[in-house]
C-alpha cells in the first residue's frame, strides 16, 4: 500500500470546505512533524525569539451552532491553569459571522497573549489561533488581524489560479499514481513543487502548500 506522507497533515472526507489566507512577508509556513486530525496549517514569524509569533488554523465537523462552540472553546481553556478566555466582539469573515476571543496563559518565566477567531460555514469550523509572547502582542497586533481578515474559503483551490496549464500538471500528477513507486511519486511531487516555484511564485508560498498538500491527499485517497 502505497503511503506519500510529507508534511501533510490528516484530514477525512467530510471537509468541504478549504481555508485560505495571506501569509505575511518574513513569515513562514510550518512544517508540522506530527500528523493532527484538527490542524490543517500554520504560519510561524522569521525569528531568533525562543517562542516566535504564530498563527496556526484548525478545523472540525460540528453540529453545534458557533455560540455553542465557541462556549465550550471558553470552557476547555479556562480549565487549564493560568488561563483566562475572554469573548471580545463578533466580527464578518468571509461573509459570515466569527467571534474573536482573547486568551492569556502564563507559564511561569513569560506570559504568552493569543487571539482567537473562530466561525462557521456549513457543518466546517474554523479556529484560527494567533500566539505570541505578551512583550510582543502589540507588535504583531495589526498582522494578526490582517491575516484574520484574509481568511476565507474554497470549495476547490483551483479557483486560486484559474490556470488550465496547472490544472493539467496537477491531474497528471495524480492519474500517475498507480503506475510509480513510493521512490517515483516523491520525485514526482518533488518536480511538481519546481514547476509551481517556477511558473506560479507571485501566487504565494500559502497556495504552494495547499495545492501540494491537496494533490498528496488526493495520491493517498487513491491507494488506501
Known amino acids: 500500500m502505497k503511503k506519500v506522507l510529507l508534511f501533510v497533515i490528516l484530514i477525512t472526507n467530510y471537509f468541504s470546505l478549504t481555508p485560505v489566507i495571506n501569509v505575511p512577508k518574513n513569515w513562514d509556513i510550518v512544517k508540522f512533524k506530527e500528523e493532527n486530525e484538527y490542524i490543517f496549517a500554520g504560519i510561524v514569524k522569521k525569528s531568533k525569539n525562543n517562542f516566535k509569533p504564530s498563527i496556526n488554523i484548525a478545523r472540525e465537523i460540528s453540529c453545534l451552532s458557533l455560540d455553542e462552540y465557541v462556549k465550550l472553546a471558553k470552557n476547555d481553556h479556562e480549565n487549564e491553569i493560568n488561563t483566562s478566555y475572554d469573548i471580545l466582539d463578533t466580527l464578518e469573515i468571509d461573509n459570515t459571522k466569527a467571534t474573536i476571543s482573547q486568551i492569556n496563559k502564563n507559564f511561569g518565566s513569560f506570559n504568552i497573549k493569543m487571539l482567537q477567531l473562530i466561525l462557521k460555514k456549513d457543518d466546517n469550523i474554523f479556529v484560527i489561533t494567533s500566539a505570541s509572547k505578551s512583550e510582543d502582542f502589540l507588535k504583531n497586533y495589526k498582522t494578526f488581524f490582517e491575516v484574520f481578515y484574509s481568511f476565507k474559503t474554497v ?67 487513491q491507494n488506501i
Request: no cysteine; net charge positive.
Open 155 to 221: 470549495d476547490d483551490i483551483h479557483v486560486l489560479h484559474n490556470n488550465e496549464s496547472l490544472k493539467q500538471k496537477f491531474n497528471e500528477l495524480i492519474q500517475a499514481t498507480d503506475k510509480n513507486s513510493n521512490t517515483q511519486l516523491l520525485k514526482n511531487i518533488r518536480n511538481f513543487e519546481k514547476y509551481i516555484d517556477k511558473n506560479f511564485k507571485n501566487l504565494g508560498k500559502y497556495f504552494k502548500f495547499l495545492i501540494i498538500k491537496q494533490a498528496i491527499e488526493e495520491i493517498n485517497g
